[in-house]
């Protein structure tokens, strides 16, 4: 099962990415949570990237292509993955694709979930976070049992780009950069949408039935 889950900011790609690699068991590989761990670690990567995401720009593709093209390569991808932010940019997809082709490889699909600007401005202004095991809550949509602590017991926060501001950049840089692999995966034959609106449970059903149609 290899799917990449493509949409904007907040549409719960991560949600629906962390319910499909419990379920299935297959690695949960997300763009964001990679560059964030390099951050707080302080490491090359993430002092490269840092002045990139707290303005709500994208990483330069250099650094993201290499990065990913090594991440799907390592053990724990062989039984599977689902990429959850990347490609974000026609760059990276195009890079993807071939080195996915060089290996023999395939995706089997890409889920394109769609959602209307205000709704996603509710889901990202509501989000809670877990620094320590990337779990993520809502605080109305799906709050956490101890208000502000994770289920693992580390305090919940609240994303720096999570700031409206960076939320508006982040939505606009969204639709010229990452937009367009909509047309490009249908162009391939790979694009399924899912209407995100409705509950975790419900976009969860349409997921879990596109994974089905599409898995050899
Ligand atoms: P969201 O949950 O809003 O979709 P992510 O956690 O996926 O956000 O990404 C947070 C930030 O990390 C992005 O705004 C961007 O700066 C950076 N980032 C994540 N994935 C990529 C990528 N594939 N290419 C470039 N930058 C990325
Ligand atoms: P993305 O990874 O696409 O940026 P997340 O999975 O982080 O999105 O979800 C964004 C916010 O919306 C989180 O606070 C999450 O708990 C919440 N959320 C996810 N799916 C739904 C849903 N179907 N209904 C309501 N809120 C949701
Ligand atoms: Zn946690």
New binding site residues.
């Given amino acids: 099962m290899q799917f990449v889950?493509l949409?904007?900011?907040?549409?719960?790609?991560?949600?629906?990415?962390?319910k499909v690699s419990e379920k299935h068991g297959v690695v949960h590989i997300?763009t964001?949570d990679i560059l964030r761990k390099a951050m707080a670690e302080k490491s090359p990567l993430g002092v490269k990237a840092k002045g990139y995401i707290d303005e709500g720009k994208l990483v330069p593709d250099a650094l993201i292509i290499e990065l990913m093209n090594d991440r799907v390569r390592q053990p724990d991808a062989k039984s599977g993955y689902i990429l959850?932010?990347f490609p974000r940019t026609m760059g990276q997809g195009q890079a993807f694709t071939e080195a996915l082709e060089q290996n023999g490889e395939h995706l089997d699909g890409v889920i394109y979930?769609s959602l209307d600007d205000a709704a996603?401005v509710?889901?990202?202004s509501?989000?809670?976070?877990c620094p320590s095991c990337q779990s993520?809550?809502?605080?109305?949509?799906?709050r956490p049992k101890n208000d502000e602590i994770c289920a693992c017991g580390t305090p919940l926060i609240r994303r720096k780009d999570d700031d409206p501001e960076t939320v508006t950049k982040r939505l606009s840089v969204y639709g010229d950069q990452t937009a367009p692999l909509i047309a490009y995966y249908k162009e391939l034959g790979l694009l399924s949408e899912v209407d995100?609106?409705?509950?975790?449970?419900?976009?969860?059903g349409k997921v879990e039935e596109v994974l089905q149609g599409c898995s050899r």
């Fill in positions: 889950f949409g904007p900011p907040g549409v719960g790609k991560g949600t629906q990415a962390a997300a964001g959850d932010g979930f996603l509710e889901r990202i509501g989000r809670r976070s993520v809550y809502h605080m109305i949509f799906n995100a609106g409705g509950d975790l449970e419900g976009v969860n």
